[in-house]
């Protein structure tokens, strides 16, 4: 299978599948002497981890990681970090109806005409378990990125029709500190608490109907350094486009102004330059000519509803009949909270590489790293 690994210097490939004996991923490109500690991991796969509350599968996993390679005395060496998390809480048995039909709005069919072959328990690669992987290499690139003075923060911007307001976000941003505290304070990862009480509820009515809900979330990297990204086809906004793609239940990405910009005018949308350099307004989202501008970069992530329903719906069996099924199994009535942290370790991937890679782009910058170290 072609696709499974990430980045061009800091690489990541994920491996495993959801009911198989275990999940993970293997960091490649991670400079040596950052301290990492399995700690430091799980507080991230922590964040996705299922069963946590009522809005969660009720899958009861651990997400425990074991680091394999790639560390020594609590400082890595430069070489490939391995990371493995155990499959402990499967129930095989609940797909085992999954293998005679297709499931409206999951990946069953295309998985089988494009391999011949598919494991339905739990969807196999394409379950969203696989994003265990990202989230270990993505607590990796936020180390790497804080040492440079750059966070990389996600919450839960709506869930169905309840939207925290963005004013209460804009006011919250003023101090990170306080608001990402706040974010994890919040059973839903929502740091607006009026609109987690409307999004619990709207949840509720989602639950009583064996129905679920889509939602997005919104990404803010801050103290971003100016430079990351290619001119043309490896663009910062088309590579960041390319990672919240790749994230299952993904339907639509937009940075700064986003699709308000399309209904906007030119007068309005140019970002006005200060003396220093810096600009009024970040319309572009931090994000100029596909190159960062040393403004905050921010990104809204849009995801569909959970396809996995407990309502009786139409599937298309393998002989070609259309019946109605109900679908078993254990499964989250919306991705979104679980998803903010998945959201944020592949920012953080993204702009790490793109980061490393452009400490290539001028010989006066080459030159003075290796003068220096003679």
Not at 180 to 202: N, T, V
Not at 208 to 225: P, W
Not at 270 to 282: A, F, I, Q, V
Not at 307 to 331: C, E, M, W, Y
């Amino acid at each position: 299978m072609a696709g499974s690994t990430f980045g061009t210097l800091f690489r990541v490939t994920t491996w495993g599948e959801s009911h198989g004996k275990a999940i993970g991923a293997v960091v490649d490109g991670c400079p040596a002497g950052l301290d990492l500690c399995e700690e430091k991991i799980q507080e991230y796969l922590d964040r996705r981890k299922p069963g946590q509350n009522r809005y969660t599968t009720a899958r009861r996993e651990a997400d425990s990681v074991e680091i394999l390679s790639g560390v020594f005395e609590g400082k890595t060496e430069g070489t490939p970090i391995s990371m493995m998390v155990r499959n402990t809480d499967q129930h095989s048995r609940d797909y085992s109806e999954i293998a005679r039909y297709y499931r409206p709005g999951h990946a069953d069919l295309t998985f089988d005409r494009k391999y011949g072959f598919r494991d339905y328990r739990g969807g196999g690669r394409s379950s969203g378990r696989e994003t265990i992987g990202r989230v270990c290499g993505g607590a990796i690139a936020a180390a790497v990125l804080k040492e440079m003075g750059i966070t990389v923060t996600a919450w839960t911007a709506s869930i169905g029709t309840a939207a925290a307001n963005p004013d209460n976000i804009g006011e919250g941003l003023k101090n990170m500190a306080a608001f990402r505290r706040k974010i994890m304070e919040s059973e839903l990862f929502m740091p607006d608490p009026e609109a987690e009480k409307k999004a619990q509820a709207y949840l509720e009515k989602c639950i009583q109907n064996h129905d679920s809900s889509g939602g997005s979330v919104e990404c803010l990297i801050s103290g971003m350094k100016s430079g990351a990204g290619e001119p043309v086809f490896d663009k910062l906004d088309a590579e960041l486009g390319k990672a919240m793609f790749s994230i299952g239940a993904v339907k639509a990405v937009d940075i700064g102004a986003g699709r308000n910009a399309s209904m906007s005018r030119g007068s309005l949308n140019n970002d006005m330059y200060l003396p220093d350099g810096r600009k009024k307004s970040n319309n572009a989202g931090g994000i100029l000519g596909g190159i960062s501008d040393g403004s905050s970069i921010l990104l809204r992530v849009y995801f569909k509803p959970t396809p996995s329903i407990a309502q009786t719906q139409q599937a298309l069996f393998q002989d070609g009949s259309v019946r109605n099924v109900q679908i078993k199994g254990r499964h989250d009535p919306v991705i979104v909270p679980r998803a903010v942290v998945v959201v944020e370790s592949m920012a953080a991937m993204t702009v790490l590489d793109l980061l490393l890679r452009n400490m290539t782009s001028r010989l006066d910058e080459i030159m003075r790293f290796y003068k220096n170290e003679a």
